[in-house]
């Protein structure tokens, strides 16, 4: 079976080759995100795989149909950029991908650690040869709160790998699991914000989580408070984050992830003029750390992100079906 792989960045080629061979899928591995002025690529395959960076649309769909696809995989875990009830309509079946929560949960106990020893600073003074000790105070682990929102399959793994140091663990999330409630307290809204040191989330951008930290729960936090999200910028109102770092309300910020990234994020962007005032603004910060949107990316998570990719086609014009089909 043929299949046009999208997207296809220079680290997934020999997940690729390999994938490939084993599943016996004959791949052809295009750069270029998907588009409708190069749909006609895909004459000659059945499935098409891609990353998140194109507009699946209703219009695409049906180019693609026309063209004899009948399967599309999509190698991230988020699939809003696909029209899946227009898939549906058209008979077109799609599934995501899958990685283990394991990667995300490491980065975010780094992000943690880094904001707690303020890593960033001492990071800047080494490049001048400034081995001074001032102002770098850090905090233990094991004296402190550890609040995780959303105790999900990532959540869970950052409170699972937490319990080593020692630190009190506390929970929220609007449907409570067994599995978290054995190694953490879950407790009210207004007592997570209260209580805890360091918040870290890890919850999907839906309506009700969009800005869901904000200038009002903000200002429930305990003075100091380190915040650190590797999930979606969207989580979080830039405007108040701005307002909570200049009135040292939070202590620490620490993103992978923040608001408007889109376009921004896994470019080489050095000569451009880039237009997000709050981004660049709390950059700057000695306690803000940013990274890339890269919590994810691991060799192991590339593996599977492809795996999934070609597999999840191969399964799903075979049986009808696969683990991670989205279009039943
Ligand atoms: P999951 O679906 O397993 O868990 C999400 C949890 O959030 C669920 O338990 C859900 O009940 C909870 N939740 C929903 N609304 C909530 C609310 N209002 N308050 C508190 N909890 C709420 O998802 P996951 O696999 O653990 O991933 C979590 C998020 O991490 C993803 O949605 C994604 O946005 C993000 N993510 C980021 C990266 C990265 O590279 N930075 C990689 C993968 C995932």
């Not at 219009?59 to 009830?85: M, P, Q, V």
């Not at 630190?167 to 407790?187: G, I, M, P, S, W």
């Not at 237009?275 to 949107?293: C, E, K, P, S």
Request: include cysteine; charged fraction near 25%; charge should be negative.
């Amino acid at each position: 079976m043929k299949i046009y792989a999208y997207e296809v960045r220079e680290d997934e080629r020999r997940a690729f080759a390999r994938i490939g061979a084993e599943l016996g899928a004959e791949l052809a591995l295009d750069t270029a995100a998907p588009t409708l002025e190069n749909a006609e690529s895909v004459r000659g395959c059945e499935g098409v795989t891609m990353l998140g960076q194109g507009k699946i649309s209703q219009e695409l769909l049906e180019k693609y149909r026309e063209l004899g696809i009948r399967c599309i995989s999509t190698r991230t875990i988020g699939y809003n950029h696909i029209d899946i009830a227009a898939a549906k309509e058209l008979g077109i079946r799609v599934c995501n991908s899958n990685y283990a929560p394991n990667g995300v949960a490491d980065f975010t106990v780094m992000m943690i650690l880094m904001c707690l020893r303020n890593y960033k600073q001492a990071m800047w003074r080494g490049y001048v040869n400034d081995f001074s000790l001032g102002g770098l105070e850090g905090r233990e682990m094991r004296s402190l709160t550890i609040g995780i929102m959303g105790t999900g399959r990532i959540g869970l793994q950052v409170l699972k790998n937490l319990q080593g140091f020692g630190c009190h663990l506390l929970a929220y999330d609007v449907y409570q699991n067994e599995a978290t409630a054995r190694v953490a307290q879950y407790v009210s809204l207004d007592e997570f914000y209260r209580e805890c040191d360091i918040i870290s989330l890890h919850m999907p951008l839906l309506s009700s989580t969009k800005h869901i930290i904000n200038a009002e729960s903000i200002a429930k936090m305990k003075d100091g408070v380190i915040l650190v999200n590797c999930a979606r910028g969207e989580l979080m109102d830039s405007e108040a984050l701005v307002e909570g770092i200049e009135s040292m309300k939070i202590g620490a910020l620490g993103m992978d992830t923040l608001e408007g990234e889109e376009g921004i994020i896994h470019r080489d962007r050095r000569t451009d003029i880039i237009a997000n005032r709050n981004w660049f603004y709390l950059h700057q910060f000695r306690n803000v750390i940013m990274t890339q949107h890269m919590a994810f990316y691991t060799e192991e998570a590339v593996e599977s992100m492809v795996r999934c990719g070609v597999e999840g086609i191969l399964q799903m014009a075979e049986s009808g079906d696969c683990p991670t089909m989205l279009t039943r």
